[in-house]
């Protein structure tokens, strides 16, 4: 079976621009979490979704940050603009209710120049 | 405030030996899960084991085992006979279930992550 996928796996931008990442859980589940991993601040959870709502989003650094899931196989995770210091790791993953384990994508290294 | 601690930013193992992995964490709640996931240098978060706070025996996953001391509020993973692939980074999570009366919550909080080296 597919694992989460997460697109691009790397994007490079300069300061101002929007930025897109996107990604697919895994079918079925229905917990998606968006991660951010920076040197700094180290692997924090931005937001996430149960059944395409969002539960919470305390993680989500400003206004310039907005997630979307529209459906059960798709997520957006959008910046605008995009900042120099928004340059990281973002993740993406999923998991089933009652379950522990999220099963985390490969990843996106943003870099904003 | 932060929730998860891991002391050691980095540790040496010999291949072979085996090697703990200090965890320790700040909860009030009496039920929450504790997590140690890897992250070898390709990238991509692999889940190792898994601790609920009221199980009574501790984890085990095949060479990976979890020490869970629930009165000194302990998690440290435990490896036996090291391999050269266990070079990695190891995070410590935990997931409080304060409000799984109120329909859940999910929310993983990591620690900063203790880099592995695996020496031949």
């Known amino acids: 079976d597919a694992g989460v996928i997460q697109s691009p796996r790397h994007e490079v931008t300069e300061m101002g621009q929007e930025v897109t990442l996107r990604c697919k859980p895994i079918s079925g589940h229905d917990y998606l979490f968006w991660y951010r991993q920076t040197m700094m601040r180290g692997l924090e959870l931005l937001i996430y979704f149960n059944n395409n709502v969002p539960i919470d989003d305390s993680g989500m650094p400003e206004d310039r940050f907005s997630a979307k899931m529209p459906n059960a196989s798709f997520s957006t995770l959008k910046i605008q603009p995009s900042e120099p210091r928004d340059s990281a790791v973002y993740f993406c993953?999923?998991?089933?209710?009652?379950?522990?384990?999220?099963?985390f994508g490969p990843g996106t290294r943003l870099t904003v120049t | 405030a932060q929730k998860i601690t891991q002391t050691q930013p980095g540790m040496f193992v010999q291949e072979k030996e085996a090697v703990t992995l200090d965890c320790t964490y700040d909860t009030s709640d009496q039920s929450y899960g504790l997590f140690w996931y890897k992250q070898p240098s390709s990238g991509e978060m692999i889940f190792l084991i898994y601790q609920g706070s009221y199980d009574e025996q501790n984890a085990t996953e095949g060479r990976y085992s979890l020490n869970f001391q629930k009165a000194r509020k302990s998690a440290n993973l435990v490896i036996s006979a090291s391999q050269l692939g266990d070079s990695a980074m190891y995070f410590c999570?935990?997931?409080?279930?304060?409000?799984?009366?109120?329909?859940?919550?999910?929310?993983?909080?990591f620690g900063k992550g203790t880099k592995l080296t695996v020496n031949p």
């Open positions: 993953a999923s998991s089933l209710w009652d379950t522990y384990e999220q099963y």
């Open positions: 999570a935990m997931r409080e279930a304060a409000l799984l009366t109120q329909g859940g919550s999910e929310k993983l909080v």
